[in-house]
């Protein structure tokens, strides 16, 4: 994931499961917002960056390095919102400038990824960006701590790190987190972003179009989930109460004689299926329909006996339900 | 009370003994019947009424005809109520279905006893030979049932034989063969006019003539089958009784 500058938080840590795209961005657009918002999701980050309340770049970028940008990224971004409740949205305000370096951070063409420094002969790699007159940024960064230094036409424009709000003219702090163990570069090379600036995102897509139907799909596959699951489960009890019914017929078969199974079949229809055994009232009534039959079969000993039996393995039943 | 023991004086013996263990088949059947299933109320009370049926024998005034056809009605109400009982208890083994109440069993014998009453109170006494008709219609009825009830008693028997109480229905069966031997064999008797009725109604014609000497021998058989297969039932129907109320105890 990228390890972008803070900047200037505005928020951070924000549970992303109650808030609704549309209001956020609506929210920092009349509020002219420039900066960016990363949305934080286990499987993969957006960013999206303002400036004066447009939104010019939308960025997804996923786990295993998959990146998606503008309507894409956005209509990912209402996927993972109404999708997950884990997200997390952080919001940092930039300076207009830092703004443009981020965005052409985003938007840039990627030349190297998650190099390690060590192996990088960073003497020849600076030289080479002078000689090509490339810009765009060098990005370097640890596990924990993250400096970007910007390019135009081979020079250098500055330093941005951590904590910084604007961009510095000094390198010793790039220099000392190229020093530090496991430091990695990335290189972006922009294609002149200064025409994307003028873009608004919100202007080009309908968000509101794009989250109700995040939304609806989401609502969509949570009945589909759902009526799975009351499918699972009705099989699952419809099982179980075969299961019971069985061991009804065979303790009243084993008092009765095989008369007995006809009987069950009987008294359960009249109370409407073996659903019946889950309801303590139709239980009731089928006992008694069990008891007045067989009294005519067994004598009032075994039926004692009997309806004790099931008494106890409908309530045993119930009770493992 | 005289005219009870005189009455007795003159029943023959055999006749009496079977009278009183009808009596007693009847009460152990009638008290079966009370806190059972409605179906054993109606085989029990028709078990009852037989004795009911059977008791002109040591009815003090069974001299008066219409009291003695009455004997007749109620014998044959029995039959119908047993039946009744036994076409409930198979349409039970076929479809588990017990409906009804006891009450209307009950309420329904009587109200057949007491109709079978207003009939013979509306029409003129009965004659001897009229006493004989409703003699046999009763039997044939009898019989008719008697068979009806063993493949109804067969048929329980095949659907319930792995219960508890099928064992009662062999006795069951046992029971309507014999009542089957018992008015069967008077019925042939009456048939063919070989009955002791025909016989003193006969002896007071005197352009009627009987074929019963050429018979003889089955005449005394029948007449033999009639007493012993009469006796036996009313046993078999009081150890039937016992024996269900055991295996339903």
């Known amino acids: ?321 | 009370m005289e005219q009870f023991i005189e009455l007795l004086s003159q029943v023959n013996t055999f006749e009496l003994v079977r009278t009183i263990f009808w009596g007693l088949a009847g009460a152990i059947s009638f008290y079966f019947s009370i806190g059972n299933a409605r179906v054993w109320t109606s085989i029990s009370i028709g078990f009852f009424l037989i004795f009911l049926g059977q008791a002109y024998a040591i009815n003090p005034w069974v001299h008066y005809y219409k009291l003695s056809a009455f004997h007749n009605i109620v014998g044959t109400v029995a039959i119908v109520v047993i039946t009744h009982g036994f076409l409930e208890y198979y349409v039970f083994c076929r479809t588990f279905e017990i409906s009804g109440k006891k009450v209307a069993v009950y309420l329904f014998s009587l109200l057949i006893l007491v109709a079978g009453g207003l009939f013979l109170f509306v029409n003129p006494t009965p004659s001897p030979n009229t006493i004989r008709n409703f003699k046999i219609v009763e039997n044939a009825i009898w019989v008719f049932l008697s068979i009806m009830n063993l493949e109804l008693i067969r048929k329980i028997y095949v659907a319930i034989k792995d219960s508890p109480i099928s064992k009662g229905f062999i006795a069951f069966g046992i029971v309507f063969f014999l009542i089957f031997l018992w008015r069967g064999s008077e019925l042939y008797l009456q048939i063919f006019q070989w009955d002791k009725d025909w016989q003193d109604i006969i002896a007071v014609m005197t352009d009627e003539v009987s074929d019963i000497d050429k018979f003889a021998d089955r005449v005394q058989i029948s007449t033999l089958v009639n007493r012993y297969a009469g006796f036996l039932s009313s046993l078999s129907v009081g150890g039937t009784f016992i024996y269900i109320y055991r295996l339903l105890r």
């Not at chain 1, 500058?5 to 920092?28: H, I, Q, S, Y």
């Not at chain 1, 765009?136 to 701590?145: M, P």
Request: aromatic residues 6%; proline residues 2%; contains cysteine.
């Open chain 1, 1 to 321: 994931m990228f390890l972008l500058p803070k900047g200037n938080p505005l928020f951070e840590n924000l549970a992303v499961g109650t808030l609704k795209l549309p209001e956020v961005l609506a929210k920092l657009s009349t509020g002219n917002f420039t900066g960016y918002a990363s949305f934080v999701f286990q499987e993969a980050t957006i960013t999206l960056v303002f400036e004066a309340g447009k939104v010019v770049s939308a960025l997804h970028e996923e786990e295993n390095g998959n990146r998606q940008t503008g309507l894409e990224a956005l209509t990912a971004l209402c996927h993972l919102m109404v999708g997950t409740s884990g997200g997390t949205l952080n919001v940092y305000k930039l300076s207009k400038d830092l703004t443009r370096c981020i965005h052409a951070l985003l938007q840039g063409e990627i030349l190297y990824k998650a190099q390690e420094l060590k192996l990088v002969d960073i003497k020849a790699l600076l030289e080479k960006i002078g000689s090509d007159k490339m810009s765009g940024c060098l990005r370097i960064y640890t596990d924990e701590r993250s400096t970007i230094i910007f390019y135009k036409d081979g020079a250098p424009l500055g330093f941005f790190h951590d904590g910084s709000q604007d961009i510095e003219t000094s390198s010793s702090e790039s220099q000392k987190i190229a020093g530090l163990p496991g430091a990695k570069i990335d290189l972006f090379t922009t294609q002149g972003v200064e025409h994307l600036m003028g873009l608004n995102l919100l202007e080009i897509i309908n968000i509101q179009n794009i989250w109700e139907t995040a939304v609806a799909l989401q609502q969509s596959e949570i009945n589909r989930i759902n009526t799975a699951r009351e499918e699972r489960e009705r099989k699952n009890i419809a099982g179980k109460l075969e299961e019971l019914e069985d061991q009804v017929k065979t303790i009243v078969v084993e008092s009765v004689g095989r008369v007995g199974r006809g009987i069950v079949d009987k008294e359960l229809n009249d109370q409407g299926g073996n659903s019946c055994l889950l309801d303590e009232t139709n239980v009731v009534k089928f006992l008694a329909g069990v008891e007045r039959s067989a009294k005519l079969l067994i004598s009032a000993t075994s039926l004692k006996v009997m309806m004790e039996q099931l008494s106890r393995t409908i309530t045993a039943a119930k009770s493992g339900h």
